[in-house]
Every structure is written in structure tokens, then in C-alpha cells.
């Protein structure tokens, strides 16, 4: 005999997936993208990812709107993924990467946010403060800010990492070179 409905299962599975937002694993290759050269010695400390230390998401979670289809998560904690890139991207520019030296960058995550944009696309945001300290003293502090979305395109989303990607590059690069320009790298 044929079945007009879904079996049990799988209407019970649907319905907590809308209901409870399912969750997501995104993995991050992340490799260096910028173009900005550089060199002397750094020491990086990892960025403070602000909305897990207020307890919003966990340490290794994406914000999102709270219409968002799926809870992302990562491979690792988001601090150590966004300061893991920020050392690739200076490794590559040139920069010699150190625990001591007179010179040391460190920020805060105030935005990691990955969203559905309806069906037919993801958007990532990154918003965070960069800060450039000589011999503990601030001699740069800004905040940048990246969105990249991705669309649908012949009925398959591009991978959910490559938004995510490109944002961090991008907010990434534009500080390099900003304390470049003023004198802080």
C-alpha cells in the first residue's frame, strides 16, 4: 500500500529543523589572499570574540538573525579561526611572527554573522577593532568591517565557507594596509 504522507519520522525531523533552527558545520580552509608587503617582527594575541564572551552564541558559533534557517558552526572557536587567519595573512605579507618583540596587534570580534538570505543565497558579515601596540603603548586602533554574500546559481549554493572566507580577507587586508598607511605596521 503507498503512502500519501511522509512517514513520522521524517515529518517530526522537518518540523524541529524549522522549528529549532538546524545547525550547520562550516569548514575554513582559510589562505592568505592579500597582496600588502611588509616586514619587522609582530606578535599577534587572539582577537576576544565579544559575542560568545557574552554568552549570545558559543565560542565556535556564527551569529545570526533570529529568522536564520541554521545555527552555524565551525571546526574551531572563532577567536582562534579569525586570529589563525590575521597570522597567515602578516606571515605572508612578510612580517615575522614572534611571542615577544616590542610590537603586538590585538582586537576584538564584535560581529561574526553568517545568514540565509531566503533561499537563494548566504550573507557573512565581520565586524572587528584592531588594535597596534609599540612597547605597550596604542599607536593604531580602528574598526573594519567586511560583508560578502554568495547567490544561488543553477539551483546550488556556493560553498558556505567562501563568503566567510573572502569577509575575513577582506577586513583583514584593509587593515594591513590602513596601519600601513599610518605608520603602525
Request: proline fraction near 4%; hydrophobic fraction near 40%; charged fraction near 25%.
Amino acid at each position: 500500500m503507498s503512502r500519501l504522507f511522509p512517514p513520522k519520522s521524517m515529518t517530526v525531523s522537518v518540523f524541529a529543523c524549522l522549528l529549532g533552527a538546524c545547525a550547520q558545520h562550516v569548514d575554513i580552509s582559510y589562505q592568505p589572499a592579500n597582496l600588502s608587503k611588509g616586514s619587522g617582527e609582530i606578535r599577534v594575541e587572539t582577537f576576544e570574540y565579544l559575542p560568545a564572551a557574552k554568552g549570545d552564541v558559543e565560542p565556535n558559533e556564527a551569529q545570526q538573525d533570529k529568522s536564520g534557517l541554521a545555527s552555524t558552526f565551525f571546526q574551531e572557536n572563532v577567536d582562534a579561526l579569525f586570529t589563525g587567519a590575521l597570522k597567515k595573512e602578516l606571515g605572508s605579507s612578510g612580517y615575522a611572527l614572534s611571542d615577544g618583540g616590542s610590537r603586538s596587534i590585538s582586537g576584538e570580534i564584535r560581529r561574526f554573522s553568517f545568514d540565509w538570505v531566503g533561499m537563494t543565497g548566504m550573507k557573512f558579515d565581520i565586524v572587528v577593532h584592531f588594535t597596534v601596540a609599540t612597547n605597550g603603548k596604542v599607536v593604531y586602533s580602528n574598526v573594519l568591517e567586511a560583508t560578502r554574500e554568495a547567490r544561488q546559481e543553477d539551483h546550488k549554493l556556493d560553498a558556505p565557507s567562501e563568503p566567510i572566507e573572502l569577509a575575513m580577507a577582506d577586513c583583514i587586508g584593509r587593515f594591513i594596509r590602513d596601519a600601513q598607511k599610518k605608520g603602525a605596521l
